[in-house]
């Protein structure tokens, strides 16, 4: 399973942006998708993960009300708006994919055995 990142970039303080991910292999290796973020000098992150099948969707708090998570099942793609962007939320993006996450388990980045490369964003105050 390959994943490719695209969307990221250099954006105000209060502005928005879209990433996308999309998935080419096996589909049923994207049963669960996620973003994940690492900041300058910070540990990698949990931001959002969402089912294919279901729908279901999981945030970390901090991006609550400002990003959603949301996927085209026909092209495999999954996407991050994130609107009303803070500097804190500069980071690198990655994507991650896996078959099967027990539910409960899709903030654990132990639990993917796929992952992009990742796209940067900036947030400038």
């Known amino acids: 399973v390959q994943l490719v990142e695209s969307g990221g970039g250099l954006v105000q303080a209060g502005g928005s942006l879209r990433l996308s991910c999309a998935a080419s292999?096996?589909?049923?290796?994207?049963?669960?998708m996620a973003w994940f973020r690492q900041a300058p000098g910070k540990d990698r992150e949990f931001v959002a993960a969402?089912?294919?099948?279901?729908?279901?969707?999981v945030y970390i708090d901090s991006v609550k009300g400002r990003f959603t998570i949301s996927r085209d099942n026909a092209k495999i793609t999954i996407y991050l708006d994130m609107n009303s962007l803070k500097p804190e939320d500069t980071a690198i993006y990655y994507c991650?994919?896996?078959?099967?996450?027990?539910?409960?388990?899709?903030?654990?980045?132990?639990?993917?055995?796929?992952w992009g490369q990742g796209t940067q964003v900036t947030v400038s105050s």
């Open positions: 292999g096996s589909v049923f290796s994207t049963y669960v």
């Open positions: 991650a994919a896996d078959p099967e996450i027990v539910l409960g388990g899709e903030r654990d980045q132990k639990e993917y055995d796929y």
């Open positions: 969402i089912r294919r099948v279901s729908g279901h969707t």
